[in-house]
């Protein structure tokens, strides 16, 4: 299977800075079949980035995601209060499907 | 407006059977494409997925989890049933179901989740 590797595990900023998360693939996923959410203590993840890099419907354009063979970034532009939370990768393109194990952005 | 909802027991004891239920609105499982994912969230740790079942029927399950797991789909009732043989301790976490526009897309709604907790 496929194993997303996320780092930094933590990444600790203040509101107003970038935020650079990344996501590496253990083995070649296409682009398309990569998605990016966020997860809200008690909450569902919510849907942000996927094909890599497209926002999906909703999500503020300081959230942007890219890739380069395997390995996949999601940059938050300036921090707003509100996004300080934890980010998963997931690839869908090869079953079975996987998630990394998360980064949490926090103040 | 799509919609889904988990219902279940909130507590079962080790070797039981535990019965999920997805209940959805604002889509159906009957058309091209679309799929209906359970994807689980032990306390504090990561996401992981568990099953699938698509619009032909089609079933994936996570192959650590394979003998354990059965999805099935109820059109006519919108609902998904995720049934896991066999629960321990380590299986307790908030179960999600989720759903999926098209194939080789993204998650792109989730139910709120519900906490199942194996103990005696």
Not at chain 1, 7 to 13: A, E, I, N, R, V
Not at chain 1, 80 to 86: I, Q
Not at chain 2, 46 to 73: F, G, H, M, Q
Not at chain 2, 88 to 114: I, K, M, N, S
Request: aromatic content about 10%; some cysteine; proline content about 6%.
């Amino acid at each position: 299977e496929v194993v997303l590797t996320q780092s930094p595990g933590t990444l600790s900023l203040s509101p107003g800075e970038r935020a650079t998360l990344s996501c590496r693939a253990s083995q070649s996923v296409s682009s398309s079949h990569l998605a990016w959410y966020q997860q809200k203590p008690g909450q569902a993840p919510r849907l942000l980035i996927y094909g890599a890099s497209i926002r999906a419907t909703g999500i503020p354009d300081r959230f942007s995601g890219s890739a380069s063979g395997t390995d996949f970034t999601l940059t938050i532009s300036r921090l707003e209060p509100e996004d300080f939370a934890v980010y998963y990768c997931q690839q869908y393109g090869t079953s079975p499907e996987t998630f990394g194990q998360g980064t949490k952005v926090e103040v | 407006q799509i919609t889904l909802k988990e219902s279940g027991p909130t507590l079962v004891k080790p070797t039981q059977t535990l019965t999920l239920t997805c209940t959805f609105s604002g889509f159906s499982l009957s058309t091209s494409g679309v799929a209906v994912a359970w994807i689980r969230q032990p306390p504090g740790k990561a996401l992981e997925w568990l099953a699938l079942v698509n619009w032909i029927d089609d079933k994936r399950y996570s192959p650590s989890l394979n003998t354990r797991l059965t999805i099935t789909k109820d059109t006519s009732k919108n609902q998904v049933v995720l049934t896991m043989t066999n629960m321990d301790p380590v299986d307790t976490a908030t179960y999600y179901c989720a759903h999926r526009p098209r194939l080789l897309r993204e998650f792109d709604f989730w139910g709120q989740g519900t906490l199942v907790t194996v103990s005696s």
